[in-house]
């Protein structure tokens, strides 16, 4: 096998289009797109960028995530957005029947929908049948209505919101229940009993 052109002492384990030969690793590696003026059809160099390109967009995932989950324990400041939305949950829920998955599906499309503004990786999304959009719609139809109230939150704050109700649910449902969510919200959003 060739030693590599750069550094002249390893062996040159990968072709290089850019130097029209063999090089190492370690000087690809090193001296790509700075020392050497790389093809843009070198797959090594595509190669590296996907990888750096998904561990950036995995950080930004688990950031996101982090982000999240810092609402739970701390509802306090977001007591108001939490009741609203509950509470136009609710009231479709009721109307519509079986609701528990229907909200996990509705809430996990609204955090999706967040991630593709905020220019997260986020996932594929079709078109949601009309129990759910219903739902998606009564959610996000609350939000703006805070908002011309003078109440605008930011996305990452209506997200978070969104996210801590979305763990209430996953929480509270029963398997064997439909409703089991619905039913611990009105609990929850009718108040103790005298």
Do not use: W
Not at 73 to 96: F, H, W
Not at 127 to 153: F, H, T, W, Y
Not at 169 to 194: A, C, I, Q, W
């Amino acid at each position: 096998m060739a030693k590599c052109m750069v550094c002249k002492k390893k062996k040159g384990k990968r072709n290089c289009p850019a130097l029209g030969g063999a090089i190492c690793a370690l000087c690809c590696g090193s001296n790509k797109e700075k020392e050497i003026d790389c093809s843009v059809d070198c797959f090594f160099l595509s190669k590296s960028k996907k990888y750096f390109t998904d561990r950036q967009d995995s950080q930004k995932i688990m950031d996101f995530e982090r982000e999240m989950k810092s609402v739970i324990g701390n509802e306090d400041p977001y007591v108001d957005v939490l009741q609203n939305i509950e509470a136009i949950i609710s009231k479709i829920c009721t109307a519509q029947g079986d609701c528990d998955q229907d909200v996990v599906i509705a809430l996990e499309y609204i955090i999706e929908m967040g991630k593709s503004q905020l220019d997260l990786p986020s996932k594929f999304l079709t078109e949601l049948p009309p129990n759910i959009q219903s739902i998606v719609d009564a959610v996000n139809d609350i939000l703006v209505s805070r908002e011309a109230m003078g109440l605008k939150e930011d996305l990452l704050t209506r997200l978070k919101c969104v996210y801590r109700v979305l763990d209430s649910v996953r929480t509270h449902h029963d398997p064997k229940d439909k409703n089991s969510y619905l039913r611990f919200m009105g609990e929850y959003l009718s108040g103790p009993e005298n």
